[in-house]
T-cell receptor
Framework: DGGITQSPKYLFRKEGQNVTLSCEQN?????MYWYRQDPGQGLRLIYY???????QKGDIAEGYSVSREKKESFPLTVTSAQKNPTAFYLC????????????FGPGTRLTVT | SQQGEEDPQALSIQEGENATMNCSYK?????LQWYRQNSGRGLVHLIL???NEREKHSGRLRVTLDTSKKSSSLLITASRAADTASYFC????WGGGGNKLTFGTGTQLKVEL
């Protein structure tokens, strides 16, 4: 099956620890994205990558880091510098530049206590 | 700030009725997309309408776009309980990058039997 996978579905961490969220796609898409969703709110863009070995900051990049070493993988690290990391994190991909729909993974719910 | 704002925030209807939700945005756009999100899940793309289109249909969905008013509407006809979800508009606007979307805060639709 083609699609986007995110793991794990639920993640619990202690405050002060870095944590890495996985995102893998087998759609052969060039572009990948990370969003954060808080309760009752829309999605906010954290980072995006339009091609391997390149990525740009989104609207709320502070406290997060990413890498794009392979086309199919775009992991997100939530660092201890992120002030309020508890949220629902969504990864997405699209064919590339231009007018395209985005395909979303099932999300990872991160809880930091 | 978010580009799209949906109205109403929440909508409750009976099965078989039509559901209409609206989206307003602030700046000129390339295209506008609608997505659905079931509770705790990833988003699913519903329909994309380009800035030079006024209306688009897909099954029971009808989307309109009025660029002069900077607004769009999503109509779901003959609603079903399975349509219960949150619906988001997303805009890809000039100067924002080819495939970077800005999501609104969403409309929560509940379809009751």
């Amino acid at each position: 099956d083609g699609g986007i996978t995110q793991s794990p579905k639920y993640l619990f961490r202690k405050e002060g620890q870095n944590v890495t969220l996985s995102c893998e796609q087998n759609l052969n898409h060039d572009a990948m994205y990370w969003y954060r969703q808080d309760p009752g709110q829309g999605l906010r863009l954290i980072y995006y990558s339009q091609i391997v070995n390149d990525f740009q900051k989104g609207d709320i990049a502070e406290g997060y880091s990413v890498s794009r070493e392979k086309k199919e993988s775009f992991p997100l690290t939530v660092t201890s510098a992120q002030k309020n990391p508890t949220a629902f994190y969504l990864c997405a991909s699209s064919i590339g530049t231009g007018v395209h729909e985005q395909y979303f993974g099932p999300g990872t719910r991160l809880t930091v206590t | 700030s978010q580009q799209g704002e949906e109205d109403p925030q929440a909508l409750s209807i009976q099965e078989g009725e039509n559901a209409t939700m609206n989206c307003s945005y602030k700046t000129s756009i390339n295209n506008l997309q609608w997505y659905r999100q079931n509770s705790g899940r990833g988003l699913v793309h519903l329909i994309l309408i380009r800035s030079n289109e006024r209306e688009k249909h897909s099954g029971r969905l009808r989307v309109t776009l009025d660029t002069s008013k900077k607004s769009s509407s999503l109509l779901i006809t003959a609603s079903r309980a399975a349509d219960t979800a949150s619906y988001f508009c997303a805009t890809d606007f000039w100067g924002g990058g080819g495939n970077k979307l800005t999501f609104g805060t969403g409309t929560q639709l509940k379809v009751e039997l």
